[in-house]
């Protein structure tokens, strides 16, 4: 079992960056693909992006592309998400999700796909 706990999110106006964090417990994250989702009101869960057990390769939306970036600590059980140049569209709960298996990064782009979840962390973009 792991726990994960997501922080950093906040308040913050159009094209401006926010850093979240994910920080998992009882388990060692290395042992599992780390996927950030999202969650605006009243939709569905979308998958944000993804990354490899050793951290080399990443999986973004499209809608993210070039301007958030995955990465992760594996010997502080940590993964961060980056996101730049925020806009409105981009407000949502963000959840960071911890996934079994031994596919390509490329697979686990589903809600079903994970395991594991967080509480999520409120980001909000004020244009």
């Known amino acids: 079992q792991v726990q994960l706990v997501e922080s950093g999110g906040g308040l913050v106006q159009a094209g401006g960056s926010l850093r979240l964090s994910c920080a998992a417990s009882g388990h060692p994250i290395s042992t599992f693909i780390m996927g950030w989702f999202r969650q605006a009101s009243g939709k569905g869960r979308d998958f944000v992006a993804a990354i490899s057990r050793n951290g080399v390769t990443p999986k973004f939306a499209d809608f993210v592309k070039g301007r958030f970036t995955i990465s992760r600590d594996n010997a502080k059980n940590t993964v961060y998400l980056q996101m730049n140049k925020l806009n409105y569209t981009d407000t949502a709960s963000y959840y960071c999700?911890?996934?079994?298996?031994?596919?390509?990064?490329?697979?686990?782009?589903?809600?079903?796909?994970?395991?594991?979840w967080g509480q999520g962390t409120q980001v909000t973009v004020s244009s």
């Open positions: 999700a911890a996934a079994n298996g031994f596919y390509l990064v490329d697979y686990y782009i589903s809600p079903n796909d994970y395991d594991y």
